[in-house]
C-alpha cells in the first residue's frame, strides 16, 4: 500500500456508534461487527437475563466469506499522493459502518440484528 496524505477541512458527524470505524489516512485492516438483539413489547416490562445471546443461534453461526473475486489487472497513476476533502456531512455511523478517508487492504464487517416483536393484537 502506498503511503499516502489525507488533508480534511471539515468534517461534521452527529453520532457514532462504538462498533463504528472512522479512520482519516490509510490502514491495513479494518475489522468491525455489531450483534443487536432488539426486543419491543407491550407492554414494556422486561426482566434481566430474560434473552440470552446464546438462544439464538444467528449469534453463533460463522462469518460467511465472499468468493474471491476473478483476478484482474489494474493500472493507477497518482500524480500526488495527498487525498484532499473539503467537507463530510455524515449524520450517523452505526452498526458496524465503516467511512474512511484513505485506502484498506482488507476491510471485514459483520452485523447481525434480531428483532423480536410481542405486541398486543386490537380485538376485531
Avoid: W
Avoid at 72 to 93: P, Y
Amino acid at each position: 500500500m502506498s503511503g499516502r496524505t489525507s488533508k480534511v477541512e471539515s468534517l461534521t458527524i452527529i453520532s457514532i456508534d462504538q462498533t463504528s470505524v472512522l479512520e482519516i489516512g490509510d490502514s491495513r485492516t479494518v475489522e468491525a461487527a455489531s450483534y443487536v438483539l432488539a426486543v419491543q413489547r407491550e407492554p414494556a416490562i422486561y426482566y434481566q437475563h430474560e434473552f440470552p445471546f446464546a438462544a439464538y443461534p444467528l449469534f453463533s453461526l460463522p462469518r460467511p466469506l465472499p468468493e474471491p473475486p476473478e483476478p484482474f489487472d489494474i493500472t493507477t497513476c497518482q500524480e500526488d499522493n495527498t487525498i484532499r476533502v473539503k467537507h463530510i456531512n455524515a449524520s450517523f455511523l452505526a452498526a458496524s459502518a465503516v467511512l474512511q478517508i484513505g485506502s484498506n487492504d482488507c476491510l471485514t464487517l459483520d452485523t447481525r440484528v434480531k428483532n423480536i416483536r410481542h405486541l398486543l393484537r386490537e380485538k376485531p
